[in-house]
Antibody, heavy 117, light 111 residues
Framework: EVQLVESGGGLVQPGESLRLSCAAS????????MNWVRQAPGKGLEWVSY????????YYADSVKGRFTISRDNARNSLYLQMDSLRAEDTAIYYC??????????WGRGTTVTVSS | QSVLTQPPSVSGAPGQRVTISCTGS?????????VHWYQQLPGTAPRLLIY???NRPSGVPDRFSGSKSGTSASLAISGLQAEDEADYYC???????????FGGGTKLTVL
């Protein structure tokens, strides 16, 4: 079964850091590009970051550029999102999703990040 | 303000047909990038509903269909069922932003 499972969310104060993980199974992870997408409470979907299967191509949304870092470990079938200098507006459910031809065919259930003092 | 524009809500009675529009611009849909649709049931993660404008993943009923023309796209749902009540999002790629873009989402209510 194709599956993505996010973890690492939690409650942090503004300015702090958090590292999210996404464990993949059931497909050839190293061949799959991946996205992080977030959804603020009661709001729509927002793309956060992309990484190619090899890790050589990386892109970020302007809202997180310079603060978030995406990475992957293909040997561990895992995707990561290092989030630094967190702000209240980063509060959201964070989903990882596999990318195929610019669409996202498999999504995880998400992990919740809350930034509050 | 989302890059792709969708109506905030649509509604229909069971058995009826509804459409959800998605309007973009010359830097995304209009430049040739495909449109994809996601369904998000209450309290769950999004799931792929339509890919590359009008293709359904396995398991998606043929009541769901998509189309694209110019700088816009549409999702049509025929034979509405109570289980279709959800939020629907369109998505494309934007060359100016160099990233994935979504519509603001449309809440479908089955009356």
């Amino acid at each position: 079964e194709v599956q993505l499972v996010e973890s690492g969310g939690g409650l942090v104060q503004p300015g702090e850091s958090l590292r999210l993980s996404c464990a993949a199974s059931g497909f050839t992870f190293s061949s799959s590009s991946m996205n992080w997408v977030r959804q603020a409470p009661g709001k729509g979907l927002e793309w956060v970051s992309y990484i190619s299967g090899s890790g050589n191509n990386i892109y970020y949304a302007d809202s997180v550029k310079g603060r978030f870092t995406i990475s992957r470990d293909n040997a561990r079938n895992s995707l990561y999102l290092q989030m630094d200098s967190l702000r209240a507006e980063d509060t959201a459910i964070y989903y990882c999703a596999s990318v195929h031809n610019y669409y996202m065919d498999v999504w995880g259930r998400g992990t919740t990040v809350t930034v509050s003092s | 303000q989302s890059v792709l524009t969708q109506p905030p809500s649509v509604s229909g009675a069971p058995g009826q047909r509804v459409t959800i529009s998605c309007t973009g611009s010359s830097s995304n849909i209009g430049t040739g990038y495909d449109v994809h649709w996601y369904q998000q049931l209450p309290g769950t993660a999004p799931r792929l509903l339509i890919y590359i404008n009008n293709n359904r993943p396995s398991g998606v009923p043929d009541r769901f269909s998509g189309s694209k023309s110019g700088t816009s796209a549409s999702l049509a749902i025929s034979g509405l069922q109570a289980e279709d009540e959800a939020d629907y999002y369109c998505q494309s790629y934007d060359t100016s932003l160099s990233g994935w873009v979504f519509g603001g989402g449309t809440k479908l209510t089955v009356l």
